[in-house]
């Protein structure tokens, strides 16, 4: 397979995965009463509506030509906490959607390529199958790092007492620079830690489908 190919199926699996990652916090946000999404038209499978030109294409593209695990994000819908119901809760909800949809999507690649066989063939079909649930592993993993405004950082924003709160609610404006910095800077310990829990979710799912 072709070096050029391999960077097509990886970017055509990064704009399906980070723009289903999108579609989720919207859809909950719009289940859970804030149209906000809806109304600026980010309730779409159109992924070039959630691109983000760093997060959703050059970081993930780099770490994939660099051999690292591939991880990102996108343009983040718009939602306004003040109409979720169940406030904080609410908006842990519409935070947690997207990396589980990630998850989903990634077990779902596994199932498939796994009982077919096509994920140890090589080749095209292979790559396909292992971008699908390696990258979305990669996503789902990252978005959950509780540094706002990363996903992760809404859930420990629901559970955590009013001191740590008003820390998050500080870093809010700079915390994805923060995030960034660490990726530049510390790119071995990242890697690091976002290979061991990519490989522990895969020996999760070798467990569930009972057979390694």
Do not use: C, Q
Request: proline content about 6%; glycine content about 14%; hydrophobic content about 55%.
């Amino acid at each position: 397979m072709g070096y050029l190919i391999g960077i097509l199926i990886a970017f055509g699996v990064i704009l399906l995965s980070m723009m289903l990652h999108e579609l989720a916090h919207g859809y909950v946000a719009y289940l859970l009463g804030d149209e906000t999404a809806k109304d600026e038209g980010r309730l779409t499978l159109n992924p070039f509506k959630h691109l983000d030109p760093v997060l959703s294409v050059a970081m993930p593209l780099l770490l994939f030509l660099s051999g690292g695990p591939i991880f990102g994000g996108a343009k983040p819908v718009p939602i306004d906490p003040k109409k979720l119901k169940h406030g904080v809760w609410g908006m842990a909800m519409v935070a947690i959607a997207g990396p589980l949809t990630n998850f989903v999507l990634a077990f779902f690649a596994f199932t498939i390529g796994h009982f077919t066989g096509w994920m140890y063939v090589g080749g095209v079909l292979g790559e396909i199958f292992l971008d699908l649930m390696y990258i979305n592993l990669g996503f789902g993993v990252f978005n959950l790092i509780p540094i706002p405004p990363l996903d992760g950082s809404r859930v420990l924003y629901a559970i955590a007492p009013d001191g740590v709160r008003e820390a998050m609610e500080k870093m809010e404006t700079w915390g994805i620079v923060v995030v960034m910095l660490i990726v530049i800077l510390m790119p071995g310990v990242i890697s690091a830690i976002m290979s061991g829990a990519m490989e522990g979710i895969i020996e999760g799912f070798y467990w569930i489908v009972g057979r390694r």
